[in-house]
């Protein structure tokens, strides 16, 4: 029927002073992420953060994970602006430094696990970075691209003019699991194809996974499953 109704007043179970939590939110389905682009996560000033929670049926909300950037710094206010779309999580930091070029800016990735947990995917910066740029004040997510903004960018020479990119996000590279190499690999020379010279077990949940590894000349095995002997000349 149109009307409103108030739920509940969301704050950070170790929130602090200058913080700024609430600069950004983002909400999809039952999830909803704050920015706090001032946030000390563990002392490290304003390198900023971001919170998720989950709104249950009631209407009360739990907190689920903090997000911190995996290589967070001092001042680059992780969290200038945050998007959700389904199981995606985009992250601005619009002060970050990245290549060491102050100020440039750069987007944050992630992907909300069915168990609330929060899984780094990977880490965006401009092909044409340039210092006060700051790329990653505005961020959007949806489906499988991710939109960036850098306000401060200087297009055709232009002060501030400002620029906007977009990415298309593949699939996720998961790391196998289960891998089991505990000793270095030697056999002789010249042995006959069919002779089983090493031995490991592994499992990757990504479809069509590609192993690498050498003997002194690279070896690649695609669609490797768990439990596998390979053999001279495969």
């Known amino acids: 029927n149109g009307s ?14 200058t913080d700024d939590f609430g600069n950004s939110v983002s909400l999809s389905g039952n999830l909803l992420a704050v920015g706090a682009w001032a946030h000390d996560p563990d002392g490290i000033i304003d390198a900023g953060g971001v919170y998720l929670y989950r709104v249950e049926n009631n209407g009360s909300v739990s907190s689920l994970a903090k997000v911190t950037a995996n290589d967070l710094s001092g001042g680059d206010n992780f969290g200038t602006f945050v998007s959700m779309s389904a199981n995606s999580l985009a992250v601005g930091a619009f002060s970050a430094d990245p290549n060491g070029i102050n100020d440039a800016g750069a987007a944050y990735l992630f992907s909300i696990e069915d168990n609330g947990s929060v899984s780094f995917r990977r880490k965006f910066s401009a092909i044409d970075a340039q210092a006060g740029d700051s790329f990653g004040n505005s961020v959007s997510v949806s489906g499988n691209f991710l939109a960036v903004g850098a306000s401060n960018s200087n297009p055709w020479q232009k002060n501030n003019a400002g620029s906007a ?3 298309e996000i593949g699939p996720s590279n998961n790391p ?22 090493g031995e490991f077990n592994a499992s990757d949940p990504d479809v069509g ?14 669609g490797f499953d768990s439990n596998r002997s390979y053999l001279a000349g495969d």
């Open 4 to 17: 409103v109704s108030f739920l509940q007043k969301v704050t950070p179970g170790d929130g602090a002073s």
């Open 165 to 167: 990119y977009l990415f």
């Open 176 to 197: 196998p699991s289960g891998l089991n190499s505990t000793a270095p690999l030697t056999f002789a020379e010249n042995q006959p194809i069919g002779t089983v010279v």
């Open 209 to 222: 996974a590609t192993l690498h590894f050498g003997f002194p000349q690279e070896l690649q095995i695609t």
